[in-house]
T-cell receptor, first 113, second 110 residues
Framework: DTAVSQTPKYLVTQMGNDKSIKCEQNLGHDTMYWYKQDSKKFLKIMFS???????INETVPNRFSPKSPDKAHLNLHINSLELGDSAVYFC????????????FGQGTRLTVV | QKEVEQDPGPLSVPEGAIVSLNCTYSNSAFQYFMWYRQYSRKGPELLMYTYSSGNKEDGRFTAQVDKSSKYISLFIRDSQPSDSATYLC??????????FGAGTRLFVKA
């Protein structure tokens, strides 16, 4: 069983479209994260939820909206996609909000054309 | 100045060599110091973490934290071709936000 699973693995879409990425963890962790990794491999946090509550909200365009229906799921919806949104998006989880990100998903490679 | 500085490499070593990977940081509030390994087209994998200062050893891997110098290191002994990957240092403080270094690409030649 995969600890942190993301779908889809690859996403190719046109500018202006709206898309969602889903993440699920089966570890019973309280905290989940969304990270963006750019073409230079730089990994930067976007959002973090602790037990369904938003605790970290970095300077991200408001076209990006996270949703956590329960503590095992964290989804990312992106409106009006732009070329600059092309990147790999990773979901991660930690036991609690002060702990290290213990597990990452395999990533969603988003390409906007 | 970035909060976390890491030389992106690439670093190329022969099999069996000792590898030293390093990061420096500027934020004194960091308490957790982590090393992740990322293979191509995969997610980062937590290798080791240290809370506050000191050393930690796990098999061929040793992590060191020197808070007085704001410097952390990861040593890999008897390096193997399977160790070829990007190694990311990361740090977390009281604000619960983790800051990652740029990652160092390591190639271990057979």
């Amino acid at each position: 069983d995969t600890a942190v699973s993301q779908t889809p693995k690859y996403l190719v879409t046109q500018m202006g479209n709206d898309k969602s990425i889903k993440c699920e963890q089966n570890l019973g962790h309280d905290t989940m994260y969304w990270y963006k990794q750019d073409s230079k491999k730089f990994l930067k946090i976007m959002f973090s939820y602790n037990n369904k509550e938003l605790i970290i909200n970095e300077t991200v365009p408001n076209r990006f909206s996270p949703k956590s229906p329960d503590k095992a799921h964290l989804n990312l919806h992106i409106n009006s996609l732009e070329l600059g949104d092309s990147a790999v998006y990773f979901c991660a989880s930690s036991i609690q909000q002060g702990n290290t990100e213990a597990f990452f998903g395999q990533g969603t490679r988003l390409t906007v054309v | 100045q970035k909060e976390v500085e890491q030389d992106p490499g690439p670093l190329s070593v022969p099999e069996g060599a000792i590898v030293s990977l390093n990061c420096t940081y500027s934020n004194s509030a960091f308490q957790y110091f982590m090393w992740y390994r990322q293979y191509s087209r995969k997610g980062p994998e937590l290798l080791m973490y240290t809370y506050s200062s000191g050393n930690k050893e796990d098999g061929r891997f040793t992590a060191q934290v020197d808070k007085s110098s704001k410097y952390i290191s990861l040593f890999i002994r008897d390096s193997q071709p399977s160790d070829s990957a990007t190694y990311l240092c990361a740090m977390k403080g009281g604000g619960f936000k983790t800051i990652f270094g740029a990652g160092t690409r390591l190639f271990v030649k057979a």
